[in-house]
Nanobody
Framework: QVPLVESGGGLVQAGGSLRLSCAASGRTLRNYAMSWFRQAPGKEREFVAAITWGRDSTMYSDSVKGRFTISEDNAKNTVYLQMNNLKPEDTAVYYC???????????????????WGQGTQVTVSS
């Protein structure tokens, strides 16, 4: 098991920024491909961003490209999602996920991730 804990969610006005964190205790996140997903009420879980196990490439959904950035702090064993220029349609519960993928593999299918956090709520007001 990889216990993932998200934090950093909250209420923000449109145009604002938030930084989500995903931390793990007892496991090194550097050993996994990491991603962020989100789920709005009544909708399916949606891919947001991913970074490879090799940490050599990232991928973003079209809806967040240019506004969100996935990154990692190895010293803190934490993966981040920096979210800028937030829009009301970004409102959702955000989840981080860890997967044992190939070194350069970028994966946006939720079923391909092995471990999930409990989620953190992000609400963007107009």
């Amino acid at each position: 098991q990889v216990p993932l804990v998200e934090s950093g969610g909250g209420l923000v006005q449109a145009g604002g920024s938030l930084r989500l964190s995903c931390a793990a205790s007892g496991r090194t996140l550097r050993n996994y491909a990491m991603s962020w997903f989100r789920q709005a009420p009544g909708k399916e879980r949606e891919f947001v961003a991913a970074i490879t196990w090799g940490r050599d490439s990232t991928m973003y959904s079209d809806s967040v490209k240019g506004r969100f950035t996935i990154s990692e702090d190895n010293a803190k064993n934490t993966v981040y999602l920096q979210m800028n220029n937030l829009k009301p349609e970004d409102t959702a519960v955000y989840y981080c996920a860890a997967g044992t993928h190939a070194w350069h593999q970028l994966e946006q299918r939720p079923g391909e991730y092995d471990y999930w956090g409990q989620g953190t709520q992000v609400t963007v007001s107009s």
